[in-house]
């Protein structure tokens, strides 16, 4: 599989080229067009009880549509639902990568996704607290709320970065949760919750708005009865 991306970087989306008979992982409703003659398959990865824990614990979709190019080759054109930008990640095989809720696009058939645990300052910060981590070789497509930024972390560097900004990081990176502020008040005053402390050496995609405030500042908006 070949990922071109264009109308980067508001507007992202992926154009995954597939060999003849080559299929593609994709993200249930993402889809936005593939060429003629291209054949999808939905299912819950890994079988009923992972496809569960696919969608109570990490938030995404139950079911993974898998799209089947024929023996001329085809593509999928994918789109996330919220406005931002598109990285494409090379898995060598050796390193994996934690993907946090709603970022998980698309992956070559090679890359294998599952549900991992990744910390009550994701759970409590809204944006779910199991991940999906993908490993194996091939690409993996996320996408990002806003713009996106890599952060390059050397051995023993460190970072802080608010829960809802993170997109996605390699397992080279060592991580743990925390409030960003002591005490309920501080944390109520401050207008912050938890944050994830990264360590390196590896790489941490973030994004420049964050899911949940939007969706907080949406109910807002929404006249009360």
């Not at 009880?49 to 993974?64: C, D, P, Q, T, V």
Request: proline share 4%.
């Amino acid at each position: 599989m070949q990922v071109n991306v264009r109308q980067q970087p508001s507007f992202a989306v992926a154009r995954l080229m597939l060999a003849p008979g080559e299929p593609a992982q994709v993200e249930a409703g993402a889809m936005m067009a593939t060429s003629y003659g291209v054949q999808v398959q939905s299912k819950a990865q890994g079988g009923i009880m992972k496809g569960l824990g696919r969608a109570f614990l990490s938030g995404e979709s139950f079911f993974i549509s898998t799209f089947t190019a024929p023996q001329n080759g085809g593509w999928v054109d994918v789109a996330a639902n919220l406005p931002g930008d598109i990285q494409v990640i090379n898995l060598d095989g050796r390193t994996g990568w934690c993907v946090t809720k709603g970022s998980w696009l698309a992956s070559s058939h090679a890359v294998t996704t599952e549900t991992r645990w990744g910390g009550f300052g994701n759970l409590v910060g809204g944006e779910g607290g199991f991940l999906t981590h993908a490993h194996g070789q091939g690409q993996l497509v996320v996408a990002c709320y806003g713009a996106l930024e890599t952060v390059t972390l050397q051995p023993g560097e460190v970072v802080t970065i608010d829960s809802g900004h993170v997109v996605a990081y390699a397992d080279t990176v060592q991580t743990q949760t925390r409030k960003v502020a002591s005490g309920i008040m501080q944390s109520i005053k401050s207008g912050e919750g938890l944050v994830f402390d990264f360590a390196g050496p590896g790489q941490v995609l973030t994004q420049t708005r964050n899911p949940s405030a939007l969706a907080a500042w949406v109910v807002a908006q929404v006249p009360q009865r």
